[in-house]
T-cell receptor, first 114, second 109 residues
């Protein structure tokens, strides 16, 4: 078990609504990355936060946004939800802003958009 | 961007046999290659990783090999056990992690 926690575990939203997902990083880690995992697929990188600044972004539209707080916990916000946003959202914490550091994943938040 | 392909998509082995999962990547600048195990309802768990300056790494029953020239890397699990049954993902890292599409491993008792 990693020390990465996510909340909530499951969430059901309606198309067009907004959602906020939360992640607490492992103790001592200053970097959080967010991923979207569709059913039967590998995780896809959304963005990374390092010391409260966005430090890289994948191919996701601006309605996906995030924050990192001074304690290095993080939020993922998704506006104007679409049916295709239904997925498992994973956060991973690591030490350092480089991409070649070990990343440890939380259990994920299962988002269903109806 | 980077493209990671993973094979096979499903793999069944008898308990005690070995399992091999292979991945290829496209960008020669990728320098870090982790492997994750994901059990049903859980997040991916890092099981082993290798960096581009190393050709092979072993941790008990698990080993990973990297061929930079051919741009492929493999996960080897020996003496498989039923608890090894899960979905395994490879990834290559250059500026971000790119994951393969996963291999569902079933170990038959």
């Amino acid at each position: 078990e990693t020390g990465v926690t996510q909340s909530p575990t499951h969430l059901i939203k309606t198309r067009g609504q907004q959602v906020t997902l939360r992640c607490s990083s492992q103790s001592g880690h200053n970097t959080v990355s967010w991923y979207q995992q569709a059913l039967g697929q590998g995780p896809q990188f959304i963005f990374q936060y390092y010391r409260e600044e966005e430090n890289g972004r994948g191919n996701f539209p601006p309605r996906f946004s995030g924050l990192q707080f001074p304690n290095y916990s993080s939020e993922l916000n998704v506006n104007a939800l679409e049916l295709d946003d239904s997925a498992l959202y994973l956060c991973a914490s690591s030490l350092g802003g480089d991409r070649d550091h070990e990343q440890y994943f939380g259990p994920g938040t299962r988002l269903t958009v109806t | 961007g980077e493209n990671v392909e993973q094979h096979p998509s499903t793999l069944s082995v008898q308990e005690g046999d070995s399992a091999v999962i292979k991945c290829t990547y496209s960008d020669s600048a990728s320098n870090y290659f982790p492997w994750y195990k994901q059990e049903l309802g859980k997040g991916p768990q890092l099981i082993i990783d290798i960096r581009s300056n190393v050709g092979e790494k072993k941790d008990q029953r698990i080993a990973v090999t990297l061929n930079k020239t051919a741009k492929h890397f493999s996960l080897h699990i020996t003496e498989t056990q039923p608890e090894d049954s899960a979905v395994y993902f490879c990834a290559a890292s250059i500026y971000q992690f790119y994951f393969g599409t996963g291999t569902s491993l079933t170990v038959i008792p």
